[in-house]
């Protein structure tokens, strides 16, 4: 471990204390931030997202709140909670009322994946976190990396939050809200590994407030675990479907296109809702024998709806005649 001077822990400390101050600068970039995420989840823009994760607000209190908890002050982790509590709570009403005023009967696909974390999230959560550290103890890495790493993975999630829970979706809100807590732990934690690991905090003083973060990580790796082991089910059922439905020996009986795949895996036996594309109708016998050979693939019994889209060819009058025979 690298030996830290008296004067670098004096700069990291003001400079902490500085980025940790609820000031107008740090509210201004927080509802900025919020607006932009909020504008582009509603829109289903990726690119107006990106926009908000450039100004990353709330990195700046973050690191100080993991800075302040290994050492003990006071100062410093008190007025990082403050901030960042606020910024939260902002976040969450400004969202809110952007849902109650545009009120979109249905969200796009930015919103709905930041609803379902797992352990992926909390993977990326600790990558960044470690990033964001380093960049505060090795200034020439500089900031601008470690700032949108740090807003991918807070204000997004956040804003979706207070817009889920403007149209009643609670289950999204609460999704949204464990990935944005897992995110700030995961964040956390891996700031303080790279605090101890340059020299900045002193073993002895740290065991408390790092095993505590540790203890609090480790109550979300429960959830997260769960969605994980969902994800690679869902992921391994698409996939076996996909091949059933391409096959004409094994499938409904015609070659049709999987267009969406929705588990409901709390139900006995989970239910697949399957929408497809096809020329013909499904019949149910059709559907016994899709059953049959996925229980038999997956070990384990699905019970399948499909809901079958008609596909037909519609042509222009001169082009449905056939064509004419040359000699």
């Known amino acids: 471990m690298a030996k830290v001077s008296l004067e670098e822990m004096e700069q990291i400390r003001d400079s902490l204390l500085e980025d940790a101050q609820l000031n107008l600068n740090y509210m201004v970039l927080t509802v900025s931030a919020c607006l932009i995420a909020s504008f582009g989840l509603l829109s289903n823009s990726a690119a107006v997202i990106i926009g908000a994760m450039i100004i ?3 990195m700046m209190p973050l690191r100080g709140l993991a800075f302040g908890a290994l050492e003990g002050n006071a100062v410093l982790f008190r007025r990082s909670l403050i901030s960042l509590f606020l910024a939260t709570l902002v976040g969450i009403l400004l969202s809110l009322l952007l849902g109650l005023i545009i009120n979109l009967p249905e969200f ?22 470690g990033m964001s550290g ?98 690679v089910r869902q992921v ?70 499909f809901q079958v889209r008609e596909v037909r060819e519609v042509r222009s009058k001169d082009f449905s005649k056939p064509p004419k025979s040359f000699p």
Request: a positive charge; charged letters at 15%.
């Open 56 to 58: 990353a607000p709330l």
């Open 236 to 305: 391994q059922l698409q996939a076996t479907l996909k091949k059933i439905l391409v096959s004409r020996t094994v499938t409904v009986g015609q070659q049709v296109e999987l267009v969406k795949t929705d588990v409901d895996w709390t139900a006995n036996p989970p239910i697949v809702r399957l929408v497809v594309l096809a020329n013909n109708p499904v019949t149910s016998k059709q559907v016994d024998l899709v059953e049959k050979f996925i229980e038999k693939e997956m070990k384990r019994p699905f019970q399948l709806v």
């Open 134 to 231: 380093f960049a505060k103890v090795r200034p020439k890495v500089g900031d601008a990396l470690a700032g949108t790493a740090i807003a991918v993975a807070l204000m997004p999630p956040l804003c979706v939050v207070g817009l889920s829970f403007s149209q009643g979706f609670w289950q999204f809100s609460w999704g949204a809200f464990l990935l944005y807590l897992t995110n700030l732990l995961g964040i956390t934690l891996a700031c303080m590994l790279v605090f101890i690991k340059t020299g900045y905090a002193e073993k002895g003083q740290t065991k408390q407030a790092l095993f505590s973060t540790i203890a609090l990580t480790a109550v979300l790796v429960i959830p997260l675990g769960i969605s994980f082991v969902q994800l």
């Open 108 to 129: 796009g696909s930015e919103v709905l994946a930041r609803t379902q974390p797992n352990l992926i999230d909390l993977g990326i959560a600790i990558v960044a976190g």
